[in-house]
């Protein structure tokens, strides 16, 4: 089964089969002047016909084409037809020339058709017919097929029979012949798409052209005639002898392992259109699995087209929405038969906008549905549009009420949900860092279960869970700790008591000289115990720790041996491994600023990944760090101290998912020079580069292009830099290719396979951690690509096996926006390198919204453009990793807030870090009795 993305729910929605805007309609034509008309390519009838065994040329109509609201459908031989009709259904013959008339095209605003004589006849309107040009080469005799496009009709035919030979004459508009060629092979059937006109003929060739006169890429396959030829709207096919083919560009070709059982007339994303001999038609929804219908004609059918009718009562059908039940109905009618609780295309279910409810509660699926059809990303090209009536009605309707509630929410904002977080593996790391000095990696030398990492980062409440096995390593640790604080140093200065510096530094105090051993446990634990807990300890939490050093007393060594027990228990301690913030309050839904101590909390795991320091705990203590300057003054202090490595450390590091970085599949057996020391260069350019934005106040659009990054000499090296110093420092890049992320070896590393690039997974990368618009993930059935066997079925090149692989129905949808990212990438070899300028990598791209771009410099003028969205993606994900919890609804409102100001002050990173630290649910809390 196909699965769609969530980007064509658009598509449904504006292109269903209901009473719409506009209404589909397929009419068929074919021997006996038959005509057949469907509405969903599967039930059909027969609306009028001359004959009913009419199998002869006279009365065959041969084509038929849909434009400004009429059907026109020509045919015959010794007496030619033209007729005319508004609905598939009442006919008019308003020409009837004395020889054939065939094919008849529609283009620049005019029907022009092949005449008798070998003239061409055009019309404004398809009633009224003038001869146009002549054709005067003596080969072009008999008419066959054309195809408008790229501003040309281009009319295909031979001298009659099975002549060897094919013609093609080209014109503008009809009413003169531009050019001819009489010298083509023997070709079968021509169509326009993809901005090419591509042929189909005799020993399975296939042909393409830009101009319908120069063709080129051709593609042989002996014993095959091709007679079949359809531009889906995303892909050509091409059918005959059994065999099926496609192609999205007319130059690489994959071949089906079944080919289709009829001759292909029409097909798109919703419905596969054939008939066989004598007049019995097919349809099938995937050009898999096909479905024969009741055989209606005893003859031939010969070609198809697809109308728009309007509407008995247009204004009815295009009513505007203007209440929640309106767009309601049009969702469900158009969508719900592929998104819905059961189906779930694409992983979206739809039943679950219901009601009023459902804007605010799932209002980014609202608001990437009105975005994509106001901007017309979606549908793509080749699908019908919404009305604008309805068009407009819909987007407005939806943002405005998506305003009131965002209004709302601001005069009763949500702080979201009260926590509990458990130090991650590294917040524990520091915390012992910074209570005693122990610079040891603890978490891993004990071998702490790895933090669960929920979208994108590891300091997720929701995934910091206890196992049996996280507290038995808390212990472990806590032993690991207690014996590293009771080892004496075996150099410098002795401290005064046999422990370790670290220790030394807390014991301040001993039971002599008048001091009772309780008074002087309690000079020393209190102030640990304060730092430890990072909140004022209650005078019963401490003497709990003083009753266990006055049990150990007896049986102890030291003074300093009887404080183990009190440090062990504090090392476990729910207290320590545990942000806890208390409830408080009148009611469970009201909220409340949190305490000056736990906002001092917030600030310091946010931009440190620790607990705070001295002076900001002292400034909790006095109730002063709440006070706005004071508050303001200690957010730019933690931003700016060395200690906010951390944000880089653990906020990017997750976020461009550089831990991923030693797993990297490019193999030495490829790329000798990409070792662990290149690896470590690529990851430390990185982090250097974002650490600099951190520390000199950069601009965070620096990280989609900037004209400088840093690296030391092995980097250097490998970049091609006439550089030698082994430190790291910043170089200015001259290449326009180079600068920002994207053109930096990790991120292109990361994103390639063991021998060659990946575009798919560069595309991906652009998608979902640069602009935080991720791809759904692929159907359960998609296969991989075999190069191996791929190759050498007219594919030459992995973007031809690509491109190939993407004509796939079931993966069309996203390879259309993934796959044009990655292209432009592929100036940078797998390990990140440079290619030569006289590569012969294809490098161009070409966006689903119109955008075309050679290489990463014109990418990433393209990003820039798209700035606010990679600001909002920027200040969602921070915010995340900074309230240690997913978004949801209610916080759209907080971060819209935050990217105004953001903008409003050049993207400044300070700007970001600022706005969150002052966001509401970053100061605010409610009590865990609430949720």
Known sequence: MRSYPLALLIILLISGDFASAAERLFVAVGYGGRRLISRDGIHWEIAAEWKENGGDDAHNLTSVVFAKGKFVAVGGAFGGHILVSPDGRTWREVESPKFRVNPVLFGNDRFVAGGPDQTLLWSSDGEKWQKGGKIEAKEATHFRVGAFGNNTFVFMGNAGGNSPTTWIATSKNGEKIEKVRVDLPQLFNVVYGKDCFVAVGAEGRRLRSTDGLKWEHEVLEKGIELRSLVWSGREFIAGGSGQTYRSADGITWS??????PCHLLYADDKVYIGTNWPGQMLSSPDGQVWSKHEKLTPNGINQLAVGELAPANTEEKSQPVQVFADAKALIATRCSKCHNDKIRKGGIDLSILADEKSLAKHRKIWRQVVTQVETSEM?????????????????????????????????????????????????????????FGLEDNIAEAVGMPEDTQGENFDNLSAALNFSDAQIEKYFSAADYILEKLYTPPTQGKKPKVPVS???????????????????????????LLRRAYRRPVERRELERFVELVRKAAPGAKSFEESLKPALKALLVSPNFLIRIER???????????????????RLAFFLWGAPPDQKLNELADRGELS????????????LADPKAKALTEDFAAQWLRLRKLPEARPSTEFFPTFNANLRQAMGEEVTQFFDHLRSEDGSILDLIDARYTYVNAELARHYGLPDTRKEFHRVEWSD???????????????TSHTNRTSPTLRGKYVLDVILGTPPPPPPPDVGVIDEAKSKGKGAQTFRELLT???TQPSCAGCHSKIDPLGFGLEVFDPIGRLRNPGSSIDASGKLPTGEHFVGAAELKKILLQRKDQFTRNFVEKMLTFALGRELRPPDESTVNRIVEKVVQRGYRFSAVVEEIANSYPFLYRRNSTAD
Do not use: C
């Open 255 to 260: 071949k089906e392992a079944k080919g289709m």
């Open 379 to 435: 549908p793509p090209e080749d699908q019908p549009r919404l009305g604008e009536v309805q068009k407009k009605s819909l987007v407005q309707f939806v943002r405005a009420r998506l305003s009131e509630i965002e209004a709302a929410e601001k005069q009763k904002p949500d702080p979201g949900p009260a926590l509990i977080r458990r130090l991650t593996r590294t917040e524990y790391n520091r915390a012992v860092r910074d209570l």
């Open 501 to 527: 510096r670290e220790l030394d530094r807390w014991i301040v105090s001993w039971p002599d000289n008048g001091i009772s051993l309780q008074e002087a446990t309690r000079e020393i634990l209190a102030p």
């Open 583 to 601: 409830d408080r309050g009148k009611t469970a839904e009201e909220n409340y600023r949190v305490r000056d101590q736990e906002l001092a909390v």
């Open 627 to 638: 006070q706005p300057a004071v508050y303001a003054a200690q957010v730019k202090r933690l």
């Open 736 to 750: 326009a290719n180079r600068g920002g992320l994207l053109g930096m070896s990790a991120i292109l590393a990361m």
């Open 804 to 806: 190939q692989h993407a």
